[in-house]
Nanobody
């Protein structure tokens, strides 16, 4: 599977953006998808993960309650809805996929994911 992230841009603090992660390949429904971000000079960090079915999600504490991950299997796309954005959310956002069995969805580490998209830049101005 190959991933394409899009939807980044410049937004004011308090605003919203929705990122998309579109996959090629018919087996995308066998993959969990994670979102990660990397700010300048910092390591890549976990944002959230969604299970294969979309039923289960887990988020980093820093985005809990502000960000929501969802997926549309018909479109082979996973979304990251970001609300109440803060300047500290500024980063390049990456989506990543991991093929798993259905019960094995709770992955939060960069090293857990083998397939990565190219990243999309989100800039939040104060």
């Amino acid at each position: 599977v190959q991933l394409q992230a899009s939807g980044g841009g410049l937004v004011q603090a308090g605003g919203s953006l929705r990122l998309s992660c579109t996959a090629s390949g018919r087996i995308f429904n066998r993959h969990i998808v994670g979102w990660f971000r990397q700010a300048p000079g910092k390591e890549r960090e976990f944002v959230g993960t969604i299970s294969r079915s979309g039923t289960n999600t887990v988020y980093a504490d820093s985005v809990q309650g502000r960000f929501t991950i969802s997926r549309d299997s018909d479109k082979n796309t996973v979304y990251l809805q970001m609300n109440s954005l803060k300047p500290e959310d500024t980063a390049v956002y990456y989506c990543a996929a991991k093929m798993t069995i259905s019960s094995d969805w709770h992955h939060t580490k960069v090293a857990d994911f083998g397939t990565w998209g190219q990243g999309t830049l989100v800039t939040v101005s104060s």
